[in-house]
Nanobody, 125 residues
Protein backbone atom coordinates (compact mmCIF):
# COMPACT_ATOMS: atom_id res chain seq x y z
CA UNK A 1 0.00 0.00 0.00
CA UNK A 2 1.48 3.31 -1.09
CA UNK A 3 1.55 6.02 1.53
CA UNK A 4 2.39 9.66 0.97
CA UNK A 5 3.95 11.60 3.81
CA UNK A 6 3.94 15.35 3.56
CA UNK A 7 5.97 17.92 5.41
CA UNK A 8 6.50 21.64 5.22
CA UNK A 9 3.83 24.29 5.10
CA UNK A 10 3.17 26.89 7.75
CA UNK A 11 2.40 30.57 7.97
CA UNK A 12 4.20 33.36 6.13
CA UNK A 13 3.60 36.92 5.08
CA UNK A 14 2.83 37.80 1.49
CA UNK A 15 5.95 37.66 -0.64
CA UNK A 16 7.48 34.95 1.49
CA UNK A 17 8.48 31.41 0.62
CA UNK A 18 7.72 27.91 1.79
CA UNK A 19 8.72 24.45 0.65
CA UNK A 20 6.58 21.36 0.76
CA UNK A 21 7.86 17.83 0.45
CA UNK A 22 6.10 14.54 -0.15
CA UNK A 23 7.70 11.12 0.17
CA UNK A 24 6.16 7.92 -1.12
CA UNK A 25 6.59 4.74 0.91
CA UNK A 26 5.35 1.20 0.48
CA UNK A 27 6.57 1.04 -3.09
CA UNK A 28 9.78 0.92 -5.06
CA UNK A 29 8.14 1.91 -8.30
CA UNK A 30 8.86 5.30 -9.77
CA UNK A 31 6.12 5.01 -12.37
CA UNK A 32 4.06 7.76 -10.85
CA UNK A 33 3.06 11.30 -11.42
CA UNK A 34 3.17 13.16 -8.12
CA UNK A 35 2.23 16.64 -7.10
CA UNK A 36 -0.18 18.78 -5.18
CA UNK A 37 -3.76 19.86 -5.11
CA UNK A 38 -5.03 22.54 -2.77
CA UNK A 39 -8.34 23.35 -1.22
CA UNK A 40 -9.38 26.60 0.41
CA UNK A 41 -12.44 26.79 2.70
CA UNK A 42 -15.64 26.75 0.69
CA UNK A 43 -13.84 26.02 -2.57
CA UNK A 44 -13.26 22.95 -4.67
CA UNK A 45 -9.97 21.11 -4.65
CA UNK A 46 -7.79 22.43 -7.47
CA UNK A 47 -4.56 21.42 -9.12
CA UNK A 48 -1.36 23.22 -8.21
CA UNK A 49 1.52 21.36 -9.85
CA UNK A 50 2.73 17.89 -10.76
CA UNK A 51 5.86 16.13 -12.00
CA UNK A 52 6.39 12.91 -13.88
CA UNK A 53 8.99 10.79 -12.17
CA UNK A 54 10.21 9.16 -15.35
CA UNK A 55 10.40 12.25 -17.52
CA UNK A 56 10.89 14.95 -14.92
CA UNK A 57 8.39 17.01 -16.85
CA UNK A 58 6.50 19.53 -14.75
CA UNK A 59 3.05 21.04 -15.07
CA UNK A 60 1.74 24.09 -13.26
CA UNK A 61 -1.57 25.80 -12.77
CA UNK A 62 -1.63 29.21 -14.40
CA UNK A 63 -2.08 30.83 -11.00
CA UNK A 64 1.30 29.58 -9.77
CA UNK A 65 3.43 29.63 -12.92
CA UNK A 66 6.65 31.54 -12.39
CA UNK A 67 6.28 31.43 -8.60
CA UNK A 68 6.19 27.72 -7.75
CA UNK A 69 8.68 25.07 -8.83
CA UNK A 70 8.67 21.30 -8.45
CA UNK A 71 11.65 19.02 -8.18
CA UNK A 72 12.22 15.39 -7.37
CA UNK A 73 14.62 13.02 -5.64
CA UNK A 74 14.53 9.66 -7.38
CA UNK A 75 16.53 7.93 -4.68
CA UNK A 76 13.93 8.60 -1.99
CA UNK A 77 10.82 8.93 -4.19
CA UNK A 78 10.31 12.43 -2.87
CA UNK A 79 8.91 15.46 -4.62
CA UNK A 80 9.26 19.05 -3.54
CA UNK A 81 7.21 22.16 -4.15
CA UNK A 82 9.14 25.39 -3.71
CA UNK A 83 6.65 28.21 -3.31
CA UNK A 84 7.95 31.74 -3.75
CA UNK A 85 6.26 35.13 -3.87
CA UNK A 86 3.36 33.73 -1.91
CA UNK A 87 0.06 35.56 -1.98
CA UNK A 88 -2.91 35.51 0.41
CA UNK A 89 -4.89 33.67 -2.26
CA UNK A 90 -2.43 30.78 -1.99
CA UNK A 91 -3.81 30.08 1.49
CA UNK A 92 -5.23 26.56 1.50
CA UNK A 93 -4.73 23.01 2.63
CA UNK A 94 -2.24 21.42 0.27
CA UNK A 95 -2.58 17.72 -0.50
CA UNK A 96 0.11 15.59 -2.07
CA UNK A 97 -1.21 13.13 -4.65
CA UNK A 98 0.03 10.29 -6.82
CA UNK A 99 -1.47 8.88 -10.01
CA UNK A 100 -0.15 6.55 -12.74
CA UNK A 101 0.32 9.28 -15.34
CA UNK A 102 0.63 13.03 -15.62
CA UNK A 103 -1.93 12.98 -18.40
CA UNK A 104 -4.63 15.55 -17.69
CA UNK A 105 -7.27 12.80 -17.56
CA UNK A 106 -5.52 11.16 -14.65
CA UNK A 107 -4.71 14.34 -12.77
CA UNK A 108 -8.14 14.89 -11.29
CA UNK A 109 -9.24 14.64 -7.65
CA UNK A 110 -11.77 11.98 -8.64
CA UNK A 111 -9.02 9.74 -10.05
CA UNK A 112 -6.26 10.21 -7.51
CA UNK A 113 -5.28 6.86 -6.05
CA UNK A 114 -3.13 8.04 -3.20
CA UNK A 115 -3.38 11.14 -1.04
CA UNK A 116 -1.12 12.65 1.56
CA UNK A 117 -2.48 13.79 4.90
CA UNK A 118 -2.52 17.45 3.89
CA UNK A 119 -0.55 20.41 5.15
CA UNK A 120 -1.80 23.93 5.80
CA UNK A 121 -0.30 26.93 4.04
CA UNK A 122 -1.40 30.32 5.34
CA UNK A 123 -0.28 33.57 3.73
CA UNK A 124 -1.10 36.82 5.48
CA UNK A 125 -1.23 40.22 3.82
Amino acid sequence: QVQLLESGGGSVQAGGSLRLSCTASGTTSRNYCMGWFRQAPGKERETVARIGFGSGRTYYADSVKGRFAMSQDNATITVYLQMNSLRPEDTAMYYCAAVPSCDKWWWSPERVQYWGQGTQVTVSS
